[in-house]
C-alpha cells in the first residue's frame, strides 16, 4: 500500500544553517506530495505542494522536488530563521487509492539563534 | 469562519465514557476528513465526507467510533465506551472541493482526547 518515510528527528540547527529533511514515498499509482508544518499549539498548515514529477514545490525559502525516479521528495531550506522551528510532515495523496492523505512521521525541528 | 474550528480543544474521559467531538470546517467546503494522531505520529485517516455523504470509513479503528456531517457542514465524531488507546489528538481537515488526488487541506487545531 501507500506509504510514506521521513527522516527521523529532532533535528536542531543554527540560525541561517543548511536544512535537508528526507521522504521518500511508495505509491501504487501517480501521487501529489505534499509539505505540512505544525507550529506549536497550531493545526498542521500547507507549506509546499507538488503534483507530478519533476515539479517543484516552493514557499518562504522552503523547496522540495518530485523526484519519480528515486521516490522522494525532500525538503531543503538554504538558511533557516528560528522562526522555521516546528514539526514538519511529508505526505501524499493517491486517488488510486482512495480519500486519503497518508502521513510521514513527522521531524521536528529547532533552529538556535 | 475564517478556519477550521474544533471542539473542544482539551477532552479528559475516564475510560468507558462515550466523547462527541466537533469540527466547523470552513463555510462552503466540500470534503471534510477526520485524522488520528497519536503522540509523535504523523496523522493516521479515519474518514472522509462529501458534503453529508460519508464516502469512506475505513480508517475507523473500530465499531465504537462513528462520525457524522447530517447538514453536509458541521461534523461530529463520536467514541463511545472510550479506551485508554484511544487517547490521540483527533484532526479534522476540510476542502473546497471533492477529493481529487491533489486537495490542499486546512487543517483544525485539533481536540486532544485523553483517557484515564
Known amino acids: 500500500g501507500d506509504s510514506v518515510t521521513q527522516m527521523e528527528g529532532p533535528v536542531t540547527l543554527s540560525e541561517e544553517a543548511f536544512l535537508t529533511i528526507n521522504c521518500t514515498y511508495t505509491a501504487t499509482g501517480y501521487p501529489s506530495l505534499f509539505w505540512y508544518v505544525q507550529y506549536p499549539g497550531e493545526g498542521l498548515q500547507l507549506l509546499l505542494k507538488a503534483t507530478k514529477a519533476d515539479d517543484k514545490g516552493s514557499n518562504k525559502g522552503f523547496e522540495a522536488t518530485y523526484r519519480k525516479e528515486t521516490t522522494s521528495f525532500h525538503l531543503e531550506k538554504g538558511s533557516v530563521q528560528v522562526s522555521d522551528s516546528a514539526v514538519y510532515f511529508c505526505?501524499?495523496?493517491?486517488?488510486?487509492?482512495?480519500?486519503?492523505?497518508?502521513f510521514g512521521t513527522g521531524t521536528s525541528l529547532t533552529v538556535i539563534p | 469562519g475564517a478556519g477550521v474550528s474544533q471542539s473542544p480543544r482539551y477532552k479528559v474521559a475516564k475510560r468507558g465514557q462515550d466523547v462527541a467531538l466537533r469540527c466547523d470546517p470552513i463555510s462552503g467546503h466540500v470534503s471534510l476528513f477526520w485524522y488520528q494522531q497519536a503522540l509523535g505520529q504523523g496523522p493516521e485517516f479515519l474518514t472522509y465526507f462529501q458534503n453529508e455523504a460519508q464516502l469512506d470509513k475505513s480508517g475507523l479503528p473500530s465499531d465504537r467510533f462513528f462520525a457524522e456531517r447530517p447538514e453536509g457542514s458541521v461534523s461530529t465524531l463520536k467514541i463511545q465506551r472510550t479506551q485508554q488507546e484511544d487517547s490521540a489528538v483527533y484532526l479534522c481537515a476540510s476542502s473546497l472541493v471533492a477529493y481529487s488526488g491533489a486537495n490542499v487541506l486546512t487543517f483544525g487545531a485539533g481536540s486532544r482526547l485523553t483517557v484515564l
Open positions: 505526505a501524499l495523496s493517491d486517488s488510486n487509492t482512495g480519500n486519503q492523505f497518508y
